[in-house]
């Protein structure tokens, strides 16, 4: 799954609320776990890559992932307190 369906899906998990976000917990961890995924990619292909303009956006989709990765980890242990 491409990293900007995996960032849109997490978005419409965090927009919803109380009992549905539960109802598809699991859901969450599957994309976290996807997510994860992603960032090693991001990580190998910067250390592979050898032009700085490609290296600068690769960072940048890199940070993205992160703070999004944040997020649903966030949203996931508030569910689990719940």
Not at 25 to 48: M, N
Not at 59 to 80: M, P, S, T
């Amino acid at each position: 799954m491409k990293r900007k369906k995996l960032l849109n899906k997490l978005a419409e998990f965090l927009d919803m609320k109380g009992r549905k976000q539960r109802k598809h917990s699991y859901d969450l961890e599957v994309l976290l776990i996807k997510l994860t995924e992603k960032k090693a990619d991001l990580e190998k292909k910067i250390l592979l890559e050898k032009d700085g303009h490609k290296r600068k956006r690769l960072g940048k989709e890199l940070e993205i992932v992160r703070a999004q990765y944040a997020k649903g980890e966030k949203a996931l242990r508030e569910l689990e307190v719940l």
